[in-house]
């Protein structure tokens, strides 16, 4: 089946500090990535959907200056959180779609961001 | 625009009893259905997905959904409860499948009681 990897698993950062999270499809390739965040105890929110080649489109509500999101190859998309505070704090999901194996969205495993 | 509504935050069943989780929809288009688990502090995994093809549909583990265009409703069941179902269900809508924005419900955490 279709595998999606996040990097890192877990990451603690200083406040104003800038991170970093990769999403990866590994066996296939992925003409769109998804990115949403979820609070504790809570839904997922779509943050920015991207195509391999083109700008983010952003959700309303999401500073696309804080929330950089990049999607250079068909097979990596990163999450880039700059200068980073508390209340970005939060588990960061990533899907991706592509025609094969089916057009389906598969999600990585979650990359939990706590920043001091 | 699209929503989905999650009727209950928690619910508990047996071992062995039946599972249902409530969805309702609001789409103003044909919507594209789906329900996702997740166990803690790990991402979502595909239970099942409506794609205007039958109405009842079957999914892993022994999952299955129903959806019912006049009560826009798209319920969740299993016959039999199992500890190992005890997770986080999320209920999700969409006009398409893959490359397609895809609206969360709320989630309902369901326990599963010895």
């Known amino acids: 089946g279709a595998v999606v990897s996040q990097h890192p698993s877990w990451v603690i950062c200083k406040s104003g500090t800038s991170v970093k999270i990769e999403c990866r499809s590994l066996?296939?390739?992925?003409?769109?990535m998804f990115w949403y965040r979820q609070f504790p105890k809570q839904s997922l929110m779509l943050m920015a959907t991207s195509n391999e080649g083109s700008k983010a489109t952003y959700e309303q509500g999401v500073e696309k200056d804080k929330f950089l999101i990049n999607h250079a190859s068909l097979t990596l998309s990163t999450l880039t959180v700059t200068s980073a505070h508390p209340e970005d704090s939060s588990f960061y999901i990533c899907?991706?779609?592509?025609?094969?194996?089916?057009?389906?969205?598969?999600f990585g495993p979650g990359t939990r961001l706590t920043v001091l | 625009a699209q929503s989905v509504t999650q009727l209950g935050s928690h619910v508990s069943v047996s071992e062995g009893a039946l599972v249902l989780l409530r969805c309702n929809y609001s789409s103003s288009v044909p919507p594209y259905l789906f329900w996702y688990v997740q166990y803690p502090n790990q991402g979502l995994q595909l239970l099942l997905k409506?794609?205007?093809?039958?109405?009842l549909v079957k999914g892993i583990n022994g999952f299955e959904a129903e959806f019912k265009k006049s009560e826009t409703s798209f319920h969740l069941t299993k016959p039999s409860a199992h500890m190992s179902d005890a997770a986080e269900y999320f209920c999700?809508?969409?006009?398409?499948?893959?490359?397609?924005?895809?609206?969360f419900g709320a989630g309902t955490r369901l326990f599963v009681k010895a």
């Open positions: 066996d296939f390739q992925a003409t769109t």
């Open positions: 999700a809508v969409s006009e398409g499948t893959g490359g397609f924005k895809t609206i």
């Open positions: 409506y794609t205007s093809a039958a109405t």
């Open positions: 899907s991706a779609s592509g025609w094969v194996p089916t057009d389906t969205q598969y």
